[in-house]
Nanobody, 113 residues
Framework: QVQLVESGGGLVQPGGSLMLSCAASERIPNPMGWYRQAPGKQRELVATITRGSSTIYSDSVKGRFTISRDNAKNTVFLQMNSLKPDDTAVYYC?????????WGQGTQVTVSS
């Protein structure tokens, strides 16, 4: 059973920055990713990263968010810059191992003045 523990959410003004972290309880050889879910909307992909650091971003965050990974610490990060009110959502860390998908508990990001 993989545990994913997220941290780093909060309230930030438009144009500001936040960094999210997600620590896994064991080594993850597979891609890790960030998803988000805004009120009344479906959960959507934000970004993913392989163990070899190949990345995929959604068009809505490309150029503003950066996903990175520290394999030695089983941790994935999401640096979020130039935040907009539309980025307000609960952000979830995700991965899979041995055919099972795992999700973190979610961390709230609110972008508001």
């Amino acid at each position: 059973q993989v545990q994913l523990v997220e941290s780093g959410g909060g309230l930030v003004q438009p144009g500001g920055s936040l960094m999210l972290s997600c620590a896994a309880s064991e080594r993850i050889p597979n891609p890790m990713g960030w998803y988000r879910q805004a009120p009344g909307k479906q959960r959507e992909l934000v970004a993913t990263i392989t163990r070899g650091s190949s990345t995929i971003y959604s068009d809505s965050v490309k150029g503003r968010f950066t996903i990175s990974r520290d394999n030695a610490k089983n941790t994935v990060f999401l640096q979020m810059n130039s935040l907009k009110p539309d980025d307000t959502a609960v952000y979830y860390c995700n991965t899979y191992l041995a055919g099972v998908y795992y999700w973190g508990q979610g961390t709230q990001v609110t972008v508001s003045s």
